[in-house]
């Protein structure tokens, strides 16, 4: 039973009775306590270690939404806009036009020796070209016999090139559908939008979405990604959890340098309320320290930018139709109840306002039959609630995960044309959140927008967009309040607050390991805090070589 | 490029409870010879009742007379590209939509896998809850955009409706469903020639002539054959007026400037599309109306504007 002393410059805890320390004792993969080194001494016999005495400790970050397909997405050729880092460290510079997309795909598609192959790429974003619609001829510049596919940062849209489409049998006239917009030639200009139009071409350009959900390499990828980021343990929010995956995810999971702990949701899809629930209660069973399973999660409408999301009157700004839903009131309802009577935790995600204000209703019905204390039932992204709906929640004894990022990269286009000014000032209200009581997480939604809660901390304190703007001062939050969001926030939705989210006698020795002092920084620079690592369960993971 | 036969395939929409699985159970008890893929967003509530079933493969299910289930999760083109390539051993794609989705945007879905062809969306209606679900604050739109997709609209459960308010119903949805011909229906008892039309065994391949169809008191048929050469697109269009008032019509005909082509009308709407393999020596249309006679005198009318004017022989229903 050997003890470890860790030193630091500073370790915040988020424990209010001792809110920073110099010394940090673990044994076992657990904290005996943080201190001063002469308190730590009393438990006996211990090893000092010293290499972080001039770094910052702090809980290991929390990222409450991601998923783990962000570890699979850098096989792909990165195409966004803005810098990114990839979890080998590399820094991949954002792509500033067509050109340079199409510049970056050729280097690539040089450097393939398999004639056939496809080529893939990701997080394309034509919104910063201007709006400039990226084209399948654009890409045949690249190759017009390799098969080329670039999924779009939203995840919601494909560009691919005449090749591809040939494969798929899509360079035809005749087809009828608003997803495939067609050139004066008749024939699809290769960009694809929405799940229907991109299945067909996804075998042919290597984005299959069945080669989306993880394999091994890709969470351990993953897993890497957190290091450098300063998480250590992140929410996996929608997988089918065959029996195949959880048995590889426990397999890699269980190697001794796996440095994370993923908690995966089984997603509704293909079955049935009960079958979920009794799925969900298996899955439980199946759980090890860092592979947690036995939530469900529910998707209950689209997205704000595809316009899929439910909106209330006076719904989108540019008036398009109210959204779609993906669940119907009925099926919602008997999951819910069901849920609650078995003891399940229950995730939905609801974008806009009326899909939010459904689940509130249904919830409400289903706590009148079953009543539960302590449910912890998470409305997910929720980027449209007013103040009256954090108040139901608060009510109802539900938890919010908001969506900062979506400030920064698509609030300018939430402000000029999804929902309009006043509501894109008030999306993501982290504010009335936590001044109404109701337990708050922040998110990346990863691989949509980067993983990094410090990131995501930024944008929760800053709420500026892209271009400059400061969408809604009065809903910006202290950066005290969004470093408790990402750490004890995001775990308490996550029914691990008892184990993780501050550094405390008998919790996870979990700590995120910083060069910056994030309390001090400032923060508007709150982004730029620069990560050394993790520590998970005990174990040190340098970022430098992970 | 040649014109290759196409695998037909029905959206079956409508809220929850309307009646669409127990009318895909009717379809798959009264097939008539068609190898029917039923498929389904999901297994949670089993859509087939138990008796059909024969055995279970992965995601298929293997239904008594040749025909199948599909669970498509939430991946409905790739579904669909499966049974694209299952063509061989399938007559016709009956997919069930979920209560909340839009089968008009199902439909669209089809133009996007080669070998399937849209035959119609059909809507099925509660009769008796169908108003105040379209006053429901969550569902009203989504319900009112599903009636408005339909090509056929069955109204079910119609003896459970005051006999006195079936025609202020009926007004009402008309309203709402502008594109759609009325079916009235109880415990979803369709024919299955008037929901699904010429497909499997009754399909028309232009060398047999059309069978007719077995005429009830529910529905009325009347087949044709012609020599003359024919203006197509003014045909379809005479055959799908509503004052017509004709549930389905199809056949092939000899366009006078495109050649041989088929003609499908379902409801209002109506296709044309090049014959897969033009042998056909006359001119052959099966017309179909329901819970009406066909208007003999109307319908001649019509084949006369379309510049059919030596109809050879009439084949009423016996
Ligand atoms: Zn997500």
New interface residues.
């Given amino acids: 039973m050997t003890v470890t002393i860790f030193e630091a410059s500073k370790i915040i805890t988020m424990n209010p009775a001792r809110p920073v320390a110099t010394h940090v004792a673990v044994r076992d993969g657990r904290i005996l306590g943080a201190g001063s080194l002469t308190e730590l001494a009393g438990w006996g016999t211990h090893t000092l270690d010293r290499r972080f005495q001039d770094k910052i400790l702090m809980p290991g970050l929390v990222e409450g939404h991601s998923h783990v397909s962000e570890g699979v997405q850098w096989r792909f050729v990165y195409c966004g806009f803005h810098d990114r880092s990839d979890p080998d460290g590399k820094t991949w510079p954002g792509l500033r036009s067509v050109d340079a997309v199409v510049a970056r795909l050729s280097a690539a598609e040089r450097a393939m020796t398999e004639p056939l192959q496809p080529l893939s790429g990701w997080a394309l974003d034509p919104i910063y070209f201007d709006n400039r619609r990226v084209t399948r001829h654009d890409l045949d510049r690249v190759s017009k016999e390799r098969p080329i596919g670039i999924m779009h940062a939203s995840g919601h849209i494909m560009n691919v090139n005449s090749k591809a489409l040939e494969l798929a049998q899509m360079l035809r006239p005749g087809i009828d559908h608003p997803g495939v917009p067609l050139g004066d030639d008749g024939l699809p200009t290769g960009e694809m939008k929405g799940p229907d139009a991109m299945t067909p071409l996804g075998r042919h350009v290597g984005l299959d979405r069945g080669l989306l959900a993880s394999d091994e390499p890709g969470l351990r990828a993953f897993a890497r990604l957190c290091v450098r980021k300063g998480v250590t343990t992140a929410a996996d929010l929608a997988n089918l959890l065959p029996d195949a995956a959880v048995a590889m995810m426990a397999r890699v999971g269980a190697e001794p340098m796996f440095p994370a702990r993923i908690v995966s949701l089984r997603v509704l899809r293909g079955i049935g309320p009960q079958e979920a629930i009794d799925h969900a209660i298996a899955l439980k069973k199946q759980s090890t320290d860092r592979m947690r399973f036995g939530a469900v999660k529910i998707v209950v409408d689209g997205s704000i930018q595809g316009f899929s999301a439910r909106l209330r009157w006076p719904g989108y700004y540019n008036g398009a139709p109210a959204g779609l839903w993906y669940v119907t009131p009925e099926q919602l309802a008997e999951t819910l109840e069901r849920a609650l009577e078995a003891g399940v935790q229950i995730h939905t995600h609801t974008n806009g306002d009326e899909a939010t204000e459904l689940v509130l209703d249904v919830l409400e019905a289903a706590l009148r039959k079953h009543p539960s204390s302590d449910h912890r039932f998470t409305l997910q992204h929720c980027q449209l609630a007013n103040a009256a709906q954090f108040r139901r929640m608060k009510s109802l004894g539900m938890c919010v995960n908001l969506f900062p990022n979506h400030h920064f990269y698509w609030g300018d286009e939430h402000y000029r044309l999804t929902v309009g000014p006043e509501r894109a000032e008030r999306m993501n209200a982290c504010a009335t959140a936590l001044a109404t009581g109701v337990p708050l997480a922040i998110h990346s939604d990863a691989p949509v927008t980067p993983l990094g809660p410090l990131f995501t901390a930024w944008c929760a304190v800053n709420r500026m967009t892209s271009s400059g703007r400061v969408l809604g001062e009065a809903e910006c939050i202290s950066v005290e309040d969004a470093l408790r969001t990402i750490t004890l926030g995001a775990a308490y939705t996550l029914k691990l607050d008892s184990e993780i989210g501050s550094i405390e006698v008998g919790k996870r020795a979990d700590f995120a390991v910083l060069e910056d002092d994030p309390t001090t920084i400032g923060g508007d620079r709150l982004r730029d805090v620069r990560v050394w690592g993790t520590v998970q369960g005990g174990r040190v993971f340098a970022a430098d070589t992970i | ?1 040649a014109a290759v036969a196409q695998l037909p395939v029905t959206v079956l929409g409508g ?2 409870g309307a009646g669409k699985t127990t009318l895909v159970n009717h379809l798959l008890r009264h097939a008539g010879g068609r190898r029917i893929a039923v498929a389904v ?5 089993l859509p087939i009742d138990k008796d059909l079933i024969e055995g279970a493969e992965g995601n298929v299910l293997t239904l008594s007379g040749g025909c199948i289930c599909c ?1 498509f ?6 579904g669909l ?1 499966e049974l694209a390539a299952r063509a061989d051993t399938i007559d016709h794609v009956v997919i069930e939509a ?3 989705a ?1 089968p008009g ?1 199902i439909g ?2 089809l ?4 070998g399937l062809v849209l035959d119609a969306v059909v809507v099925v209606v509660d009769a008796e809850t169908v108003q105040e679900r379209a006053a429901d604050l ?2 009203s ?2 319900i009112t955009r599903q009636l408005a997709d339909a090509d056929l609209l069955i109204v079910n459960k119609i003896d459970l409706v005051a006999a006195d308010t079936v025609g202020r119903l009926e007004a009402w949805l008309a309203q709402r469903a502008p594109t759609a011909r009325l079916i009235r229906a109880e415990m979803s008892a369709v024919a299955t020639d008037v929901v699904l039309g010429y497909s499997g065994p009754r399909a028309l391949d232009g060398k047999t002539p059309p069978q007719p169809l077995h005429s009830t008191a529910a529905y009325d048929t009347v087949s044709i054959a012609f020599a003359e050469r024919v203006d197509a697109l003014r045909l379809a269009k005479g055959l799908a007026d509503p004052a017509l008032g004709l549930v389905r019509a199809k056949g092939f005909v000899h366009d006078a400037v495109r050649g041989w082509l088929t003609v499908n009308v379902v409801g209002k709407r109506y296709s044309l599309a090049p014959m897969p393999d033009a042998a056909a020596r006359a001119g052959r249309l099966v017309c179909i109306a329901h819970g009406r006679p066909i208007d003999r005198s109307a319908l001649a009318n019509v084949l006369k504007l379309a510049a059919v004017d030596k109809v050879l022989e009439v084949i009423p229903c016996p």
Avoid: C, K, R, W
């Fill in positions: 490029m809220y929850l967003n999901d297994f949670g509530a669970t999760g939430s991946d409905l083109v790739a590209m979920s209560g909340v839009l945007a669209q879905s133009s996007l896998v080669a969550y569902m739109d989504t």
